[in-house]
């Protein structure tokens, strides 16, 4: 059976430019990020030690909470979206990047190595939804209709160590 080891939530992060990135901190001084843009349908981009998430709300806060497990964990329940991914992190240091809001270095730490994250969003659909309707209020309506939509996307970001091949070195 599974067990977390640590977490760290955050119920009002910043995402701006519609996105927001988890990137080791070596690729932030690599600039890895730049190049992950999501394209189209795409919510989610992923490169060597970095991700990009696309929200579908620019400016609103969203809810991010990152895990880290010693072996895979439950998949997330009900989630809207998921996509699992490996990365590569050489320092272990994770940086939260609000893209122009800047990066937000020691947001989380997991040991150096090589590991799965499973993405999971929710409130994507009911936030855009929500938000469209917003556009036919007066300008102190939409503000208060807009603050209250924060949080309402969330995003659960799950770590675990990429299990080794036979014949492999761990």
């Known amino acids: 059976m599974s067990e977390l080891?640590?977490?760290v939530e955050d119920p009002d992060s910043l995402a701006d430019h519609g996105m927001f990135g988890i990137c080791d901190e070596a690729a932030?001084?690599?600039d890895a990020l730049q190049s992950l843009v999501p394209k189209?349908?795409?919510w989610l981009s992923v490169g060597d030690a970095a991700l990009l998430i696309g929200v579908e709300v620019d400016g609103l806060g969203i809810a991010v909470r990152l895990e880290h497990w010693d072996t895979e964990p439950p998949p997330a329940r009900d989630s809207?979206?998921?996509?699992t991914a490996t990365l590569h992190l050489p320092t272990g240091?994770?940086?939260?990047?609000a893209i122009a809001g800047g990066?937000?270095?020691?947001f989380f730490t997991v040991p150096p190595g090589r590991y799965k994250v499973r993405v999971s969003g929710w409130g994507r659909s009911d936030v855009a939804e929500k938000y469209d309707a917003l556009l036919d209020l007066d300008r102190e309506e939409a503000d208060l209709a807009i603050e209250a939509l924060g949080g309402h996307e969330r995003y659960l970001l799950q770590f675990w160590p990429e299990p080794s091949l036979p014949g492999q070195q761990g």
């Open 5 to 7: 080891l640590d977490s």
């Open 28 to 30: 932030i001084e690599r």
């Open 103 to 106: 990066p937000e270095f020691d």
């Open 80 to 83: 809207e979206v998921t996509q």
């Open 40 to 42: 189209g349908d795409q």
């Open 93 to 97: 240091n994770l940086v939260y990047d």
